[in-house]
């Protein structure tokens, strides 16, 4: 059983930052890739961010240079650090495992992912 649980959301006036985590098992970290989506009301979840087995990430052109994945295996987390925060960052975030072992090639595309939490709201103010 695959569980996966973000913390982290808030409210935050715009240009703030923020950071998400997702509590992980070691295993989970170590051998498939883990994404970062987020879902607003009335539009469809999308990949902002994506790290692979050993450590090379993907970002959505809309969040380079603003969100940072990362991952610590030791304390079982991944990470998205959010800075620069605007009101259209505001959305529900997942976090998600894919189900390929020893992923290297790192996907944002919802297809490629098993595994989700249950995600954490962000909520960006004007």
């Known amino acids: 059983q695959v569980q996966l649980v973000e913390s982290g959301g808030g409210s935050v006036q715009a240009g703030g930052s923020l950071r998400l985590s997702c509590a992980a098992a070691?295993?989970?970290?170590?051998?498939?890739?883990m994404g970062w989506f987020r879902q607003a009301p009335g539009k469809e979840r999308e990949g902002v961010a994506g790290?692979?087995?050993?450590?090379?990430?993907k970002y959505a052109d809309s969040v380079k240079g603003r969100l940072t994945i990362s991952k610590d295996i030791a304390r079982e987390t991944v990470y998205l650090e959010m800075s620069s925060l605007s009101p259209e960052d505001t959305a529900m975030y997942y976090c998600a495992a894919s189900s390929n072992y020893g992923c290297l090639l790192v996907s944002l595309d919802t297809e490629n992912y098993s595994y989700w939490g249950q995600g954490t709201q962000v909520t960006v103010s004007s």
């Open positions: 790290i692979g087995s050993i450590g090379t990430t």
């Open positions: 070691r295993y989970i970290l170590s051998s498939y890739c």
